[in-house]
């Protein structure tokens, strides 16, 4: 027998006091994000060969677990030519790329704009590590068919409140516009093409401070006027107030003035939303590395650690390039492994909803005892209690200590 | 551009009333089991293909959506030799398999007996046809390591509760044993190797009647008194009340008088508990098709309907066949997914916790208007009012209409 008693590699057996916490988070994400209005909804597992590997998913779409075609199509399969002529699907590896094949194919169906959530697991073939795993939980809140900041405002107030809830005070969401990013090293004497090369230094600027960021941008070999220009920026205040404040009229013919003004109004409406559980603040230096945002960018950690728990932005042209039909969008990932992580770090108790009584039942129990047993556990039930009925183990010691992980403090014994 | 807008063949997308559904009755499941005590596990949808193709999962075993090899391991597999030398993993088909790997690698970590409640998706690449998907969601609970009818007792009674709760009034839930269908063949004549088509034929009572049964035996070429002795069980009151008034001292020597006991025991304690929201019956002529049970046998039904919507039963072998090490396993299965096909038909409409406000908001709208809106907002959403926040369109009765089916029925405009 080769039977393999332990999960596939990279992925995990979840035990009950695990899968109990993992429960009670989703629960407070569904419901936190259903109060703003977000919508649940579920696409397959298994996705088209064809949509996961159509250039949108960068270096993930090398992670793909690939699944083989069936019958007759596997028996006509090509594999001289090519052995992905084998392969028909694929884990999905994102939920983006479902969500866009799910737009595309319910339009009808929808509000627009649309207010999806949508939470599941993904899988990627990636070397596993510590906090790493190939089969993982996303939850994905995405705003699809407005191009206004309510988008913005919501995605960031909504994930701001659950952060709160699951206990993490003073969480922050920092904000950042790409063509702010880019007006700024425009207007630095940047040309466009070092754009990316430039923001990838920039945001090193947490780890290696502003010296390390000028070094790395000389040893690139750029002009040094531009450098000090843009370096000039972030010698300021690193946390302003407003971005108006920030940049008063300074971006002046690189930059619409609105996209200033609607970062501000998106600061403004959050933090009367958030009532100080958490905030929302502006940061000129904030990157994320995804080149599909467009327009907002954000990112949320608690204070305290470096540690994103979630982040997002404005992806205006994705779901087109994808699907071929215009939309704007904008989303936000909130980081449930993450979260899981810390909170099982901080030794976080999932609260017990109910009162919770475990009934030992010994083996030798006979049947007129037994009845007047149940006529007694179905009164607790009926008030409300939890009552777990089990067999009696020699050694109840030991048996009352594993079921005391569970939430069991109460026990009563039958014989 | 090769992108496809609809879900891999078989699978589906799911619109936001339909996940909503699906979310409700899977909270119901969820916390009516763990009030018995029930403790949410969670395995990998991904399986090794060793323990997939073990011979254990029947005919699932051909419906296997294998994954396949990565890297090195793919580029060194030997296609000529066998096209599952290119694979080493499969989408689970069942969650037993994976509870049995699960068991055994988990042991030492959890309570003996464990009571498992496990929720997830299986696939099969079956024809895809009416009410048969290709992704699914099973919800099962196993008591593992229990001997004892209380495995019987709370399998059935929680599973009744829930159909309870779902306002699926009147459910039954019949209950045999395969050693009882056994005895009573054996002391009828028939001999051991003709059982599995004796009880294939006997499943048949429902649909072709006694008469047919009979019929179908003779074509078999059965001895005619054995057709006639076993034909005369079932000729008797179909609804027993209990399995001893059933069969009194008949099968003494060909049944352990225990097993009639027990199964009478398992009534009178189920429908004590049931309060009248469900019953049990002893039904002598429930057969069940899975070659692995060993003991009794159970299927829930709804009154009018022929269909179950979940069975289960004993299978004392299937772990230690798995996995080397015995041990005692009972389980039940609901039928998740006819469960939301009947809610549907029957126009079930979830319970709204919350009340309801949709504010939609013109794009005109000025950043102090937009304040003033947040501050009111905040102060509903405290008050525990859901608000969804969304941006009008210029055809804001149709956008109402579509909000109007995920529950929102008051709207508030803001230019």
């Not at 694929?90 to 983006?96: F, N």
């Not at 425009?186 to 090369?197: A, C, L, N, T």
């Amino acid at each position: 027998m080769s039977y393999i008693k332990t999960p596939t590699n990279g992925m995990n057996d979840y035990l009950p006091e695990e899968a109990k916490l993992r429960e009670y988070v989703l629960r407070q994400i569904k419901d936190t994000y259903s109060d703003f209005g977000f919508m649940l909804i579920e696409t397959p597992s298994v996705e088209h060969i064809e949509n996961l590997t159509s250039k949108q998913g960068g270096e993930n779409e090398k992670l793909i677990f690939k699944i083989l075609k069936r019958g007759e199509k596997l028996l006509n399969a090509n594999i001289s030519e090519d052995i992905d002529s084998l392969v028909d699907g694929g884990l999905r590896y994102d939920l983006t790329v479902p969500l866009a094949r799910y737009y595309s194919n319910n339009i009808g169906k929808l509000p627009t704009p649309f207010k999806a959530l949508q939470i599941g697991n993904v899988w990627r073939a990636d070397r596993p590590q510590k906090g790493r795993y190939r089969q993982f939980t996303q939850c994905d809140i995405d705003i699809l068919g407005d191009s206004s900041i309510l988008s913005e405002i919501e995605l960031v107030s909504s994930t701001g409140s659950i952060l709160a809830k699951l206990g993490f005070s003073g969480a922050v969401i920092r904000i950042n516009d790409r063509r702010i990013l880019r007006a700024m090293a425009q207007k630095s004497g940047f040309s466009e093409e070092d754009f990316d090369k430039v923001f990838i230094i920039l945001d090193k600027l947490d780890k290696i401070g502003l010296d390390g960021v000028k070094k790395e941008f000389e040893k690139s070999g750029y002009d040094a006027s531009n450098i000090e220009g843009y370096c000039a920026w972030f010698e300021k205040d690193a946390k302003p107030k407003t971005a108006s404040e920030f940049f008063g009229n300074k971006l002046e013919g690189y930059l619409e003035p609105e996209i200033i003004k609607n970062i501000d109004s998106v600061l403004s409406s959050v933090n009367i939303v958030s009532g100080g559980d958490f905030s929302v603040i502006f940061d000129p230096t904030l990157v994320r590395g995804m080149a599909y945002y467009t327009g907002t960018i954000f990112e949320a950690s608690l204070p305290g650690t470096n540690l994103s728990v979630g982040g997002g932005g404005r992806y205006d042209k994705m779901i087109g390039n994808f699907t071929g039909n215009e939309a704007p969008a904008c989303g936000f990932s909130i980081g449930f492994e993450r979260i899981i992580g810390l909170l099982t770090e901080n030794g976080f108790v999932v609260p017990e909803s109910k009162e919770k009584i475990a009934f030992l039942v010994d083996s030798s129990i006979e049947t007129n005892k037994l009845c007047e047993m149940f006529e007694e556990v179905k009164k607790l039930r009926e008030s409300g209690i939890n009552v777990m009925i089990t067999s009696r183990n020699k050694n109840a010691k030991f048996q009352k200590d594993v079921l005391r992980k569970s939430g069991y403090e109460e026990f009563r014994e039958f014989f």
